[in-house]
């Protein structure tokens, strides 16, 4: 008898592993879709309405009820409506005691109110425990399951036990919570959907500024100084040659900034002789952002793809190889293949072939999709092994192409250097410290601090 018994209890349904009940308060967009995937995810839910009629929009598996009554049927109540409204839960401050609200709302503008929505919500109701969470996510990733770009979901609250349970929740969603504390932060969450690309900004406003100043000086070498010594008329250079000459320069020089304050950092260091002090804020910033700065610098470098690719279709060219034929059938002679000039061509453009080819798997390996597939030792040996060969490689591209007029008195016009000599400037010296750091006696001490060594530990910071 104990045998069989036992048989059935190893047979019973193990009720520990149920869904507990969700309460949402709105049948908006984003409510609604949360819905669905927390049925998809196991969860019982039930709205909490004004109108208790069932609607096609609503989850058929979703039971709608009056606010009060559905409050009742649940631990954890999300509320998913606007601040403004937030006055008719007054009256439910009895049966919402007690309870777990999810405050998932946003703002119009930053800093709207005085307080975040989170903090105002616990003033109203002072008996409930509030957690802000899920405002990070877009109706439309639930829906659709595009969930990875934005798979992190922010919370914070002052009770510990209620955003572990909101936690559970958005783990059960295959999504990432992240602890950002108490309640005091959620003036700092509601600010984060509304800050238009904040990591991007300094990227973009940097591109703008050098390819702005870049595209000003071939200006001035190439349409300018060409029209007032050689009398020639070639502003049509601004839409296919400049673009084309501006485009490998900025791609050249981005992908040697994505690299240059990890040189700064290093040098830093080994100054110190600690990793246990901060970097300045300026070398903080730039490390954080540099993600955005390769991905413009790869933007730069498809342009000068598509740019050379069109180049044999342009007038211009056309006419100076049909001037070359006829001038060589005039003359009665053919110029013989130049083979010097041939490996050039061909060494510059397997270069930057494979230059271009590594720059596109640094860009596909950055991608959340990707590297949330990659473990870190993986995800560092691509973005810094091949990194670095990609920096190599197009710099190379452009000595090979470009190294000939340094010695050239012609390619400096009004004294000013060439174009792509300025472009080797950042590169050159960013692989020359690079050299020096891997050295075994720079290389050895600067592990071992990374490793948490110090030279004076009493000192440090």
């Given amino acids: 008898m104990k045998k069989n018994s036992s048989n059935i209890m190893a047979l019973a349904p193990n009720t520990s592993n149920r869904r507990e009940t969700v309460c949402i308060f709105g049948t908006g967009d984003f409510g609604r879709a949360l819905g669905h995937k927390m049925i998809q995810s196991g969860y019982p839910v039930v709205y909490g309405s004004r109108s208790t009629q069932i609607s096609n929009l609503i989850p058929k598996d979703a039971e709608v009820l009056s606010h009060a009554e559905a409050a009742q049927k649940a631990a954890i109540i999300i509320i998913a409506i606007q601040r403004q409204h937030y006055n008719f839960l007054t009256p439910l401050a009895e049966v919402l005691r007690g309870k777990v609200l999810v405050d998932i709302s946003n703002n119009l503008k930053l800093n709207q109110y005085p307080e975040s929505n989170a903090e105002y919500l616990a003033q109203l109701l002072p008996g409930s425990k509030v957690v802000k969470a899920f405002n990070t996510v877009s109706a439309w990733a639930l829906q659709s399951g595009t969930l990875d770009a934005s798979r992190q979901v922010f919370v914070c609250g002052d009770d510990v036990e209620a955003k572990q349970m909101v936690m559970n929740i958005v783990r059960a969603l295959g999504l990432t919570p992240l602890d950002k504390g108490s309640l005091l932060a959620a003036q700092e969450i509601e600010n984060y959907p509304l800050q238009l690309f904040p990591m991007w900004k300094f990227p973009i406003f940097l591109s703008l500024g050098l390819t702005a100043f870049f595209f000003i000086y071939c200006l001035v070498l190439d349409v300018i100084y060409t029209y007032i010594y050689e009398k020639n008329n070639f502003s049509f250079f601004i839409a296919i040659t400049i673009p084309n000459r501006v485009c490998p320069v900025m791609a050249l020089i981005l992908l040697a900034l994505v690299y240059l304050p990890g040189i700064f950092a290093a040098i830093i260091q080994l100054y110190r002789g600690t990793k246990y002090r901060r970097f300045p804020d300026w070398l903080d910033k730039w490390m954080l952002c540099r993600k955005q700065l390769g991905l413009i610098a790869l933007a730069f470098a498809s342009l ?15 006419w100076r190889t049909s001037k070359g034929i006829i001038s060589q059938a005039l003359n009665n002679k053919t110029e013989p293949l130049n083979n010097t000039n041939a490996w050039i061509s061909d060494s510059y453009l397997a270069l930057g072939i494979l230059g271009f080819f590594l720059f596109v798997l640094l860009g596909i390996t950055s991608l959340p999709s990707v590297s949330n597939n990659v473990n870190w030792r993986e995800f560092r040996f691509v973005q810094s092994k091949l990194g670095y060969l990609a920096l190599i490689l197009s710099t190379a591209h452009t000595l090979v ?61």
Wanted: hydrophobic share 45%; glycine share 4%.
């Fill in 304 to 318: 000068h793809v598509v740019f050379t690719l069109v180049t044999p279709m342009r007038a211009f060219v056309s």
């Fill in 401 to 461: 192409y470009g190294g000939k007029w340094f010695l050239s008195p012609s390619a400096y016009k009004w004294y000013l250097p060439n174009i792509y000599m300025l472009s080797l400037v950042v590169p050159c010296a960013v692989l020359v410290v690079k050299f020096v750091l891997i050295f075994p006696c720079v290389d050895k001490p600067l592990t071992q601090i990374r490793q948490g060594w110090e030279r004076n530990p009493k000192h440090s910071e």
